[in-house]
């Protein structure tokens, strides 16, 4: 069992950054790949980032490849997303996934979510 809690959400306006953070708790993130998904109102959740176990290599969504770094820190047990130069098509709530490679990789484990708004 895994808990994953996110925090670094918030209101910004277009250009602007936030960095979003994955704390988790009970088993590691060591040996894991981990992710970042989004959901925005009325649309499926989507792959935006993962990161393998070493944190060697890394694979990001088209929308969002050259504006998003994903990192993670195993020693806190963290995971974390920078993002910068945000659009308002960025405007989701951003979860944390436990176990997944990649947009075809179905994590085994969720947070609970953290709202990112971007206005224009």
């Known amino acids: 069992q895994v808990e994953m809690v996110e925090s670094g959400g918030g209101s910004v306006q277009a250009g602007g950054s936030l960095r979003l953070s994955c704390a988790g708790s009970?088993?590691?993130?060591?040996?894991?790949?981990m992710g970042w998904f989004r959901q925005a109102p009325g649309k499926e959740r989507e792959f935006v980032a993962a990161?393998?176990?070493?944190?060697?290599?890394?694979i990001y969504a088209d929308s969002v490849k050259g504006r998003f770094t994903i990192s993670r820190d195993d020693a806190k047990n963290m995971v974390y997303l920078q993002m910068d130069s945000l659009k308002p098509e960025d405007t989701a709530v951003y979860y944390c996934a436990h176990n997944t490679a990649g947009p075809a990789t179905i994590p085994d484990y969720w947070g609970q979510g953290t709202q990112v708004t971007v206005s224009s």
């Open positions: 009970g088993r590691t993130f060591s040996n894991y790949d």
């Open positions: 990161i393998n176990w070493s944190g060697g290599n890394t």
